[in-house]
Nanobody, 127 residues
Framework: QVQLQESGGGLVEPGGSLRLSCLAS????????LSWFRQAPGKDRELVAC????????YYHGSVKGRFTISRDKDKNTAFLQMNSLGPEDTTVYYC????????????????????WGPGTQVTVSS
């Protein structure tokens, strides 16, 4: 069983930055594919970024490419999402998600592939 806990959300002005963290309580952190999703009210859950277990493969949604960076730290059992140049359109709840992968380069864009989810952290971009 893997438990995920997000932190780092909050209120930021347009153009500002936030760094989200996802702490995973797992002895098999190095075998987890980790992703960040977001879901605004009335909209489908959207994959923001994904990183493979070995960190060598990443994916970004087109709307965040060049602004957001996903990373992972195996010594801290933590994944990060650095978010720069934030705009009001980025306002929503962000969720960390994970699944146990069989290959180090595994990523998935499908939400139903993910077995573990954090409770979410609110990001609000407003002046």
């Amino acid at each position: 069983q893997v438990q995920l806990q997000e932190s780092g959300g909050g209120l930021v002005e347009p153009g500002g930055s936030l760094r989200l963290s996802c702490l995973a309580s797992s002895r098999t952190f190095n075998m987890l594919t980790l992703s960040w999703f977001r879901q605004a009210p009335g909209k489908d859950r959207e994959l923001v970024a994904c990183i493979s277990p070995n960190g060598g493969v990443t994916y970004y949604h087109g709307s965040v490419k060049g602004r957001f960076t996903i990373s992972r730290d195996k010594d801290k059992n933590t994944a990060f999402l650095q978010m720069n140049s934030l705009g009001p359109e980025d306002t929503t709840v962000y969720y960390c998600a994970a699944y146990a992968a069989s290959e180090g380069g595994s990523i998935s864009l499908a939400a139903d592939r993910y077995d573990y989810w954090g409770p979410g952290t609110q990001v609000t971009v407003s002046s």
